[in-house]
């Protein structure tokens, strides 16, 4: 009996550690949808737009079929409004970074947000910083100073790297509040009113500073990839992290998160035709060691 139990867990842990390592790829595949749609004319803000409208749609199947209400309090409205709008920056800024740099780096870039998240929390709620924490910073820092002088020595763009960095810090206030608050809902029904809050932030930002009401796609290839975008890096992406965290825990999970800016430095290299070079492998792995380093320590 203890024979099968163990082999039980083995498959479970399999399972987990696999479901990770999906969440973390479908999420890296952001800019194949993304690039392609830019090169069809159309702006981060429609882009995104097409992206969260159609995870809403899928979200608000999956809630129903889960059995779930949509019952909110006061109280959950206004946090849910925040992350809605954190959402929103971070999403808009990451996205708006692909204009300025190639979309491998930015993933990386983006990464840094476990370390952005012990910093503020160091902060703000007085968690002490150990020396590890210390260590993977200072580690990522060399990183980002290989990144940013670039495989061919040419200096990254100065505002690329300023909307990455903004992503990536709402992006942990996203994080640091979410749990936080504590919310008591599932992680798919936060998902869904942050997402709904995020479109409304979206349009409001098109209209007023961006490039005006998202216009109809008239292509069916336009339409595929708004859906990919939707299902692949966010509903699925969402769903089996959660899943992942059930099984293995949040740790590991975090873990292989590091497949997410791998994936999309691949979908750079192969699909775009992004160069990487010696100088940039050293500073991408740089980054995702000193990730993996502070999601290993942080228990």
């Known amino acids: 009996?203890?024979?099968?139990?163990?082999?039980?867990?083995?498959?479970?842990?399999?399972?987990?550690?696999?479901l990770a390592a999906l969440s973390a790829i479908c999420y890296g595949t952001n800019p194949l949808g993304a690039l392609n749609l830019y090169a069809q004319g159309y702006s981060p803000e429609s882009v995104l737009f097409y992206r969260f409208f159609t995870a809403a749609l899928l979200l608000f199947v999956v809630v129903i079929a889960k059995g779930s209400h949509f019952k909110i309090s006061f109280r959950e409205f206004g946090a849910l409004v925040a992350f809605g709008f954190l959402f929103a920056v971070s999403s808009l800024t990451y996205y708006a970074s692909f204009k300025y740099m190639d979309a491998g780096l930015a993933s990386t870039l983006l990464f840094l947000y476990p370390l952005e998240v012990s910093v503020l929390m160091a902060i703000?709620?007085?968690?002490?910083?150990?020396a590890w924490t210390i260590v993977s910073i200072a580690i990522s820092m060399a990183g980002v100073a290989l990144l940013?002088?670039?495989?061919?020595?040419?200096?990254?763009s100065t505002a690329g790297l300023a909307l990455v960095f903004a992503s990536s810090i709402s992006y942990a206030i996203y994080m640091v509040m979410a749990n936080r608050v504590n919310l008591q809902m599932g992680a798919v029904k936060m998902t869904f009113y942050a997402i709904c809050f995020c479109l409304v932030f979206l349009l409001l930002y098109s209209v007023t500073l961006g490039s005006g009401l998202p216009p109809l796609f008239?292509?069916?290839s336009s339409w595929g990839w708004g859906f990919m975008l939707g299902l692949v890096p966010t509903v699925l992406s969402l769903i089996f992290m959660v899943k992942a965290v059930k099984i293995i825990g949040s740790t590991p999970t975090?873990?292989?998160?590091a497949l997410e800016p791998v994936t999309a430095v691949a979908i750079g290299v192969l699909v775009f035709g992004e160069i990487l070079t010696g100088r940039l492998i050293a500073g991408i792995l740089l980054i995702l060691g000193s990730t993996v380093l502070i999601a290993a320590k942080r228990k």
């Open 1 to 18: 009996m203890s024979s099968l139990s163990s082999f039980v867990y083995r498959l479970s842990s399999i399972k987990g550690f696999a």
């Open 124 to 130: 703000f709620f007085k968690e002490k910083i150990k």
């Open 148 to 156: 940013y002088r670039g495989g061919n020595g040419v200096p990254l």
């Open 218 to 220: 008239t292509q069916a």
């Open 254 to 257: 975090a873990i292989l998160g």
